[in-house]
């Protein structure tokens, strides 16, 4: 089985993602490689020459230089490799320009699911659809609602809850008259009931069958009307087969959609949109107590890092930023500092004067990701870290503590 990723190492992907999607070359010319796990080393390597000989026929002198060169250092890099990875291996070789000038680029890439098929790929840019495939939201949960008065049909697609309709009942409501006006308006209530079921299951039948990637389909409600709905198969067979719980809930509207994910934790305990909602909310709870395990804010959660305090850093998918560390080139001055583009800072640098000798002597003299930073932090304490989606409400709630959140071991 192989090993699934963080949420840190798919977002650390994802980022990775964007920045090769902008490389191009001046001809076909840059690499792709996706090795699957079977796949022997020496067999690849074997290939990756035949490629370097088939390469001597390209026309123009500069690819063919630089696809022989990627080629090369292809094979010197799978040569260090004694065997292949669980979930395979993902290279990305290439010459880039640079303006005036050209830069081999290498990209090495621990894919976060077992690479299927072996692919080598030579373009004008890199081959990134498996990658995405793999990044790409893995199924979709139908959700369904109902009671006599309301229907509500919805979706759970990855992390995100939408609602694709609702329906109103005519269903009339019971009356206290007595004897055979009662038996008959109650007769006329069931017909109705009937027709607006029948209406609703051939609604989200149909909804539901237009999903192609849909997993399976939750149905909740107040009261036993739900299963009353289930159990008359009111949707169609091939539906009703996909239906893996049925769930009691407060609401049919949108609420009820919502409660129904809620409701339905220990089936998807597994999926991120319920570990990020638990994660979330208990270091809500924890900042609304007096001393309460919770601490937000760079300052604090660096001080409590230090200080190994920290069981989870719960850190925002939309935080992007960089610790750089500044020097002055006139004397021995050196602090560090968290910016948000390290090239802009670089400009601001330029024009102001060292604090410690007054000259104009200041730059960058190294940087690092942010979250690369408290992921080191993180593990050497024996914590957690978990990117939180900013797709989700909960997600939304981090960013108002900036985005970076810890759950402590204790008070520091």
Not at 175 to 189: D, K, M, T, V
Not at 204 to 211: K, Y
Not at 365 to 372: I, M, N, W
Request: hydrophobic letters at 35%; proline letters at 3%.
């Amino acid at each position: 089985m192989t090993k699934a990723a963080s949420s840190v190492e798919i977002h650390k992907l994802k980022k990775e993602l964007e920045v090769l999607e902008q490389k191009k070359g001046k001809g076909t010319e840059l690499v792709s490689l996706y090795i699957p796990p079977k796949k022997k080393i020496y067999d690849v390597i074997s290939q990756m020459r035949d490629e370097y000989s088939q390469a001597s026929n390209i026309k123009s002198a500069r690819t063919r230089k630089n696809v022989q060169s990627a080629l090369e250092i292809i094979m010197q890099r799978l040569k260090t490799i004694k065997e292949v990875p669980e979930n395979g291996i993902v290279m990305f070789v290439g010459t880039i320009p640079r303006g005036t000038k050209d830069k081999m680029e290498i990209y090495m890439i621990n894919p976060p699911e077992e690479v299927v098929t072996y692919i080598y790929h030579c373009n004008s840019q890199f081959y990134l659809d498996t990658i995405r495939d793999m990044l790409s939201e893995k199924g979709t949960y139908g959700l369904l609602v109902v009671d006599r008065s309301e229907a509500t049909i919805g979706f759970l697609k990855g992390k995100r809850v939408e609602i694709a309709k609702h329906i109103n009942s005519n269903v009339p409501r019971k009356h206290g008259r007595g004897g055979q006006s009662q038996r008959r308006f109650e007769r006329l209530i069931e017909i109705a009931a009937h027709e607006y079921f029948k209406k609703v299951g051939e609604q989200a039948s149909n909804v539901f069958m237009n999903t192609p990637d849909l997993k399976g389909v939750l149905l909740g409600g107040p009261g036993p009307t739900k299963e009353f709905f289930y159990n008359e198969g009111y949707l169609h067979h091939e539906i009703q087969k996909k239906i893996i719980d049925v769930i009691d809930t407060s609401y049919t509207d949108e609420f009820g959609i919502t409660e129904l994910v809620d409701n339905a934790k220990e089936l998807f305990r597994d999926l991120d949109v319920t570990k990020e909602k638990n994660l979330v909310q208990r270091f809500l709870k924890e900042v609304v107590k007096d001393n309460g395990l919770a601490a937000y804010g760079e300052t604090e959660i660096r001080q409590c890092l230090t200080k190994g305090a920290v069981d989870t850093l719960l850190v925002s998918e939309d935080v992007e930023s960089f610790r750089v560390v500044i020097t002055c080139s006139s004397c021995d001055y050196r602090t560090d500092k968290t910016v948000k583009n390290v090239k802009e800072y670089e400009n601001t640098l330029s024009t102001k004067k060292c604090p410690s000798c007054g000259e104009m002597g200041l730059g960058v003299d190294e940087f690092k990701s942010t979250l690369d930073e408290f992921t080191e932090m993180v593990d050497s304490t024996g914590a957690r870290i978990e990117v939180i989606s900013s797709e989700t409400e909960e997600g939304q709630q981090l960013k108002a503590f900036g985005g970076l959140a810890a759950i402590l071991r204790y008070r520091s």
